[in-house]
Nanobody, 125 residues
């Protein structure tokens, strides 16, 4: 599967953005989907994940209550709604797809089989 992320940009602190990740192919609903992010000089970190059917989600503690992951399997797209953004949210955001059904691997980068190219989110103070 190929993943194409979009929707990043420059926003002031407290503002909102909505990221999208469009997947090619007919098997999108077979993948658990996730968002990761990587700030300059830091390792790529888990942000949020959603099950194949969209019935369960997981979030990093730093984004709970502000970011929301969702998916539309009919449109082969996963979203990340980002509200009340903070300067520390500044990073390149990557979407990722995993065949794994094990929820215990949700936050693990090696568990993801496919990655998008990333979209830059910059939050000014």
């Amino acid at each position: 599967v190929q993943l194409q992320a979009s929707g990043g940009g420059l926003v002031q602190a407290g503002g909102s953005l909505r990221l999208s990740c469009a997947a090619s192919g007919r098997t999108f609903s077979s993948y658990r989907m996730a968002w990761f992010r990587q700030a300059p000089g830091k390792e790529r970190e888990f942000v949020a994940a959603i099950t194949r059917r969209g019935d369960r989600t997981s979030y990093a503690d730093s984004v709970k209550g502000r970011l929301t992951i969702s998916r539309d399997n009919a449109k082969n797209t996963v979203y990340l709604q980002m509200n009340n953004l903070k300067p520390e949210d500044t990073a390149v955001y990557y979407c990722a797809a995993s065949y794994s059904e094990s929820w215990s691997t949700t936050r693990s980068r090696p568990a993801y089989d496919y990655w998008g190219q990333g979209t830059q989110v910059t939050v000014s103070s």
